[in-house]
Each structure stands twice: as C-alpha cells, then as structure tokens.
C-alpha cells in the first residue's frame, strides 16, 4: 500500500504558474504508475496527465497539452505537476493517484490510492 500527500495548490492569477507536488509513503515508490487528476464543482474527476513507473512515458490531456508537465524523481519518492499560463477554467481540486501498473493509465477507476486534494483556484 501506498500513502499519498499533495501540497503546492493555492491562489493565483490567470497566467501565473503552480508546482503541485505528491509525496509517497509505504511500498516501492517506483512500482507505481502516477496520475494527477482534477475535478471541479458538478464536474467528473478527470485526469489531466500520468507517468509510467521509470517516468519514461507520460500522457496529457488534451485541454493540459504544452501547458502542464508531470515528472517524477523516484529518489524522492514523489510526483510533481507543474502548471503554467493558468486559466480560470484550471480551478478546481487536485489529486494525486497511483495505481500498481506497468503501463500508464487515465481512468480514475484504476487507481486504488488517492491523496486527500489540494485546491487550485485561478482568479480572472
């Protein structure tokens, strides 16, 4: 099993950046897969960027793409989103997820361990 904690959301302006960062606890960080998803306010909880295990590979979605970067350090036992030119609609709650898999996955189905969210609030 594996413990997860996020931390860096908070407040900014449209076009400003935020590092979220999740720090893992329990088993072999490096067996996990890693997602970062969000949902907002009467929305579904949607991933918006995963990394394989090595942190070979990664997957965006496409509203993220050129705008969001997820990378690991395996040393430090922790995932990191960096978040630029952010918009009002990126408001929401983040979370990090992982899920005991070789390959990337983006449904929140398949991911058994959550952080508890860190809230992300861009203003206009």
């Known amino acids: 099993q594996v413990q997860l904690v996020e931390s860096g959301g908070g407040l900014v302006q449209t076009g400003g950046s935020l590092r979220l960062s999740c720090a893992a606890s329990g088993r072999t960080f490096s067996s996990y897969a890693m997602g970062w998803f969000r949902q907002a306010p009467g929305k579904e909880r949607e991933c918006v960027a995963a990394i394989s295990r090595g942190g070979s590979y990664t997957y965006y979605a496409d509203s993220v793409k050129g705008q969001f970067t997820i990378s690991r350090d395996n040393a430090k036992n922790t995932v990191y989103l960096q978040m630029n030119s952010l918009k009002p609609e990126d408001t929401a709650v983040y979370y990090c997820?992982?899920?005991?898999?070789?390959?990337?996955?983006?449904?929140?189905?398949?991911?058994?361990?959550w952080g508890q969210g860190t809230q992300v609030t861009v203003s206009s």
């Open positions: 997820a992982a899920t005991y898999a070789t390959i990337i996955l983006t449904t929140a189905q398949d991911y058994p361990y």
